[in-house]
């Protein structure tokens, strides 16, 4: 039976061992547990069809990935996985400006209209409809609901992901990992001095891929981009079934049960991967959100969470094999949508390495975007 290895335990990562294993293949994943992995750090928002963004490639990856959702937590429930860390809970996008929420709600009625069923009902609600939901909300935000957006802890996700990946055989490795490598093939992965044997090897080490791929000759283009996302506690009161928001300015906020609302993020290109939370990065999350929301003034302050989403170039995801490598895949930069598209990519991953056919073209996607060549 061939081998395949995951370096990379993220949601990405993750999603392409479970898929993998549903298939009766020998899988190992190994992560070395970054404590500010995207998917460690990140709260995520399953509404891509209201997105300004015009990439159409883009926009079918994670409007597949909002598509795939439904489907995924069914099989993991069948699993027994009751905590999936996604809930349908619908989204708020606000807006005091009346011209560009007409254009909101138009764009978001052609995407449906244009095969996009799963976004829901689309509906127009007054400040006050919008405070009934989100009460901590400020009056007069005029604002458009859609029933089919979700919330997703990526946390949980990840988690589940991985408890059903286990018991369909597959083994998790903790530690460091390095490419071992024979000319242009990938032999194995050393971990800790282990020699781990592989037949097909797909990197989804997200923003810490560069140094891992950089032994092998190959200057891998991601950079991280720093996230700073905060946690409150509501005392005495119920928010699990709160929609997301979706503010004016580029934050968010939602909210899980037992009162946690998370609101955010930073999004700073130049911080490297400096782990720490600043004090102007917290002044900027509580601004936005604090305008948007004077409600939660008085919650508590609970904690924060730091996170790299990893961007390749042009801001585009690629995934697929890295040409001249006979078994060496890369799949990375799914950036700050990484929740929304990350199980889905991991099922394409899966589907390519396989040999079977894939919904998106790869060719659009191509790894050799994020390559430097020699």
């Known amino acids: 039976m061939k081998k395949y290895i995951v370096v990379g335990g993220g949601v990405l990562g993750a999603s392409t ?101 799963e976004i829901g009902e689309i509906t127009r609600i007054s400040p006050e ?37 286990a018991k369909n055989g597959v083994e998790q490795i903790h530690g460091e990992a390095t490419l071992v490598y024979e000319g242009k093939k990938v032999t194995a992965v050393e971990v800790d001095g282990v020699l781990h044997e592989a037949d097909e090897v797909i990197v989804t080490a997200g923003a810490w891929a560069k140094p891992l791929l950089k032994p092998l000759g190959i200057n891998f283009l991601v950079h991280p981009q720093k996230a700073q996302i905060v946690h409150l506690d509501l005392p005495d009161t119920e928010t699990e079934n709160w929609p997301v928001i979706m503010p004016p300015n580029n934050q968010y906020m939602l909210s899980f049960g037992g009162g946690r609302v998370v609101i955010g993020a930073t999004h700073e290109t130049d911080a ?24 939660l003034y008085e919650s508590t302050f609970a904690e924060t969470r730091v996170g790299f989403r990893p961007f390749t170039p042009g801001s585009l995801p690629v995934f697929g094999r890295v040409p001249e490598w006979g078994n060496l895949y890369v799949a990375n930069g799914l950036g ?37 060549p020699e």
Request: glycine fraction near 10%; charged fraction near 30%.
């Open 129 to 165: 409809e919008a405070k009934k939901l989100f009460p901590p909300l400020a009056d007069g935000y005029d604002a458009i609901h859609v029933s089919g957006a979700a919330r997703v802890n990526g946390r949980e996700l990840r988690d589940a992901l991985l408890r059903v990946a």
């Open 17 to 117: 061992a479970y898929h993998l294993a549903k298939e009766g293949v020998e899988v190992k994943v190994i992560d070395r547990k970054d404590a500010e992995q995207a998917t460690e750090a990140a709260a995520g928002i399953v509404c891509p069809w209201l997105a300004q963004r015009r990439n159409k490639r883009w926009y079918r990856l994670v409007k597949g990935g909002a598509r795939y959702y439904p489907e995924l937590i069914r099989q993991l429930e069948a699993e027994g996985e009751s905590k999936t860390g996604y809930r349908r809970v619908g989204a708020i996008s606000l807006q005091r400006d009346e011209q560009k929420l007409e254009k909101t709600m138009e764009r978001a009625l052609k995407r449906r209209e244009d095969g996009a069923p």
């Open 336 to 372: 700050a949508s990484g929740l929304t598209s990350g199980p889905y990519v991991g099922a394409e991953v899966a589907r390519l390495v396989l040999g079977k056919e894939t919904e998106l073209d790869p060719a659009d996607y191509d790894v050799m975007e994020a390559i430097e």
């Open 272 to 295: 490297g991967f400096d782990g720490r939370s600043t004090a102007g990065g917290l002044h900027y999350v509580f601004d936005k959100a604090l305008e948007v929301a004077p409600g």
